[in-house]
């Protein structure tokens, strides 16, 4: 039986990770796996030093407070993370899901990636956790390490769940854009969706033999499909906002794309069109890398 991983942290995203593993999982017949890792404070019960230069006395009183409250924080954050996967594995087999499993972590979450995904089809985490500001430019502190560090497809879930019909593939011709047209054109779940294929660029032979080529592996998938070079015209319009704007014009219910082409040194200097991307749209996001 195939395996969908469901990261979740309490924040407001967690349902919609949770609705989106249990369609996801109906279509695909799939077990989904839902892992709630505390963070390293949270689950430590160790007492943290804030003593300062004090009397013995006094000190050693004031380390005893902080061991128990360092252990009542750990004891309830194990207590909250016990109640989170409680909710989210009732949620789900509310559904119709019936193998459902829950993971209640004391390490990094990638950590806890890396022990469970060797034999899952799909990781799906929110796109903001419970500490990020919900401004537009924020994004979740382990997304971006999740997509970077995951082996297989990961789907950043908007929000608001919704059931997908209409697909955008930003399609680059790369190697991780035809890992994802390849894995679509397979897919139990999109099958039949309708799916539009769109390259940034310059109308090129070779940008129009690459569509093609996606557009007929597509076909074989039984998607409905339609193709668009879209040349920048404006070079003060990037990439990612005629994307974004495609998206929003023609009502797409989730973009596909590959993921962080160039090294995490070259973002710093030249930013990247993946974070870009998941900063500005507002549907879920299928990504590979």
């Given at each position: 039986m195939s395996k969908i991983i469901a990261l979740i942290d309490g924040s407001n995203y967690s349902k919609s990770v949770c609705e989106y593993a249990a369609w996801i999982a109906r279509a695909k017949s799939s077990s989904v796996e839902v892992i709630h890792s505390l963070s390293r404070r949270d689950a430590s019960s160790v007492p943290t030093d804030m003593s300062g230069n004090i009397g013995f006395g006094a000190r050693s009183s004031l380390l005893e407070d902080l061991a128990k409250f360092d252990q009542q924080k750990s004891q309830l954050a194990q207590k909250r993370g016990r109640a989170i996967l409680e909710d989210a594995q009732a949620l789900i087999e509310k559904t119709g899901v019936k193998e459902v499993e829950t993971k209640l972590r004391k390490d990094d979450i990638i950590d806890a990636l890396h022990d469970f995904e060797e034999d899952a089809d799909l990781i799906i985490v929110g796109k903001r956790g419970e500490t990020a500001d919900f401004a537009r430019d924020h994004l979740g502190a382990n997304m971006e390490r999740i997509v970077r560090a995951s082996t297989k497809p990961v789907l950043i879930a908007s929000r608001d769940f919704k059931p997908v019909k209409k697909i955008l593939i930003a399609f680059d011709g790369g190697k991780s854009a035809i890992k994802a047209v390849e894995h679509l054109s397979k897919s139990q779940v999109f099958g039949g969706s309708i799916c539009h294929l769109?390259?940034?660029g310059e109308e090129t032979a070779?940008?129009?033999?690459?569509?093609?080529?996606?557009?007929?592996?597509?076909?074989?998938?039984?998607?409905?499909?339609?193709?668009?070079?879209?040349?920048?015209?404006?070079?003060?319009?990037?990439?990612?906002?005629?994307?974004?704007?495609?998206?929003?014009?023609?009502?797409?219910?989730?973009?596909v794309m590959g993921a962080y082409g160039h090294s995490r040194i070259r973002n710093l200097f030249i930013g990247s069109t993946t974070t870009q991307l998941l900063r500005l749209c507002q549907v879920p996001v299928l990504m590979f890398r």
């Open positions: 769109i390259t940034v070779q940008n129009k033999a690459a569509l093609e080529g996606a557009s007929a592996m597509l076909a074989e998938g039984g998607y409905k499909i339609t193709t668009e070079i879209s040349a920048e015209l404006d070079e003060s319009i990037p990439a990612e906002i005629i994307i974004n704007d495609k998206i929003n014009d023609d009502h797409y219910d989730m973009l």
